[in-house]
């Protein structure tokens, strides 16, 4: 045998299981048509460092992909759900697609982002951001204003983002919590799983400790577990949940830019999210930062979309728990 087996088949997910969705979901083209309680958006890019170009764009298309065996096993037991992946054909995901963008205009970008953002959430539901670089929260977070609620911010990230510019750029990835700390709205930020070396600076770090960010560092959680992080949101929050890839260890997630050891582990991440449902209303989810250009074997792609796929089944829970 010379061709790669095809596990797709093996796991059932034949031709006519839908290969373009996220893990088979039904699709939903129309935003101003949408019914679903959780709508997954792909956002290649929003501002983009001239330097470097849209250069986590093929992340949606891959994280999908990655989903494609397990297609047919949609309402198969989930042993980190303990049942389906949805609680009921009620209150299922959709998959929206891929929203267009141009590297040079990042303007439109983010115009683009929080109009889709608003019309999810003005149907009742909650978006959820597959990108994409992580700068893709900042129009997120800026189409949830003027709604009169306030959010916690729950970053999961290796990195602070809070340089005020970089490469002449306000909007881009590396200034992400320093634009959501600007916004109103926006009451609360914890970050966790920083560690190593990033783009921060001494003074990027105490201008977030003066703003009030409660940070548990990847070293911290590793020590103390999830609570020390979950222990800042108060009960009854509306939070906002972003997560970057290389929050996770690079021995499971490879494909990110910035690889450095200590981690999180799936279950630490699952343990976060779940918490944070259990203590407040999740508004919104991002997920940004993979670059499958950097993945082995498409482990990354497989261990950051397994996040996904229990992130949904938790937003779906929520979504039927509130019914």
């Known amino acids: ?12 997910s034949g031709a006519s299981a839908s290969m373009s969705t996220f893990m088979g979901i039904a699709a939903c083209a129309d935003l101003s048509s949408l019914t679903a309680p959780v709508a997954l958006l792909g956002i290649p890019c929003a501002s983009p460092y001239a330097a470097v170009g849209a250069y986590c764009r ?27 992946l949805f609680p009921g054909p009620d209150f299922v995901a959709v998959d ?17 982002i929080s109009a889709a953002i608003r019309t999810i959430r003005a149907r009742g539901a909650v978006p959820v951001s597959l990108g994409g670089d992580d700068s893709i929260p900042i129009p997120v977070l800026e189409a ?31 200034s992400t919590m320093r634009r959501a700390s600007e916004m109103k709205h926006i009451e609360r930020i914890v970050q966790v799983g920083a560690r190593g070396i990033g783009s921060a600076r001494p003074q990027d770090y105490r201008d ?7 940070f548990v560092t990847g070293y911290e959680l590793h020590r103390k577990g999830v609570e020390a992080a979950l222990s800042h949101i108060p009960e009854g929050s509306n939070i906002v949940i972003s997560i970057d890839a290389d929050a996770m260890d690079p021995a499971i997630v490879p494909g990110v830019i910035g690889r450095s050891p200590g981690g999180l582990d799936y279950y630490q991440m699952v343990d ?25 074997d498409g482990l990354g792609a ?13 937003l779906t829970r929520q979504a039927a728990a509130q019914r």
């Not at 045998?1 to 059932?12: F, H, I, N, R, S």
């Not at 697609?97 to 303007?107: M, S, V």
């Not at 976060?272 to 082995?296: K, Q, S, T, Y």
């Not at 950051?304 to 229990?310: C, K, N, Y």
């Open 144 to 174: 949830l204003g003027g709604s009169g609620e306030s959010y916690t911010v729950l970053q999961i990230d290796a990195h602070i983002d809070w340089r005020d510019d970089y490469m002449g750029e306000r909007q881009g990835l590396s």
């Open 272 to 296: 976060l999210i779940r918490g944070a449902a259990a203590r407040g209303r999740i508004a919104a989810m991002n997920f940004v930062e993979f670059m499958p250009e950097r993945d082995v």
């Open 96 to 112: 929206c697609g891929n929203l267009p963008y141009d590297e040079a205009d990042a303007a439109a970008n983010r115009a683009a």
């Open 58 to 84: 093929n992340a949606p298309d891959a994280l999908r992909a990655a989903t494609r065996p397990l297609a047919a096993n949609l309402w198969h037991h989930d042993f980190d759900l303990g049942g389906t």
């Open 1 to 12: 045998m010379t061709e790669e087996p095809d596990l797709a088949a093996l796991y059932g």
């Open 208 to 214: 977030a400790l003066g703003w009030g960010v409660q």
């Open 302 to 314: 497989l261990n950051f979309a397994r996040v996904i796929m229990t992130a949904l089944g938790v």
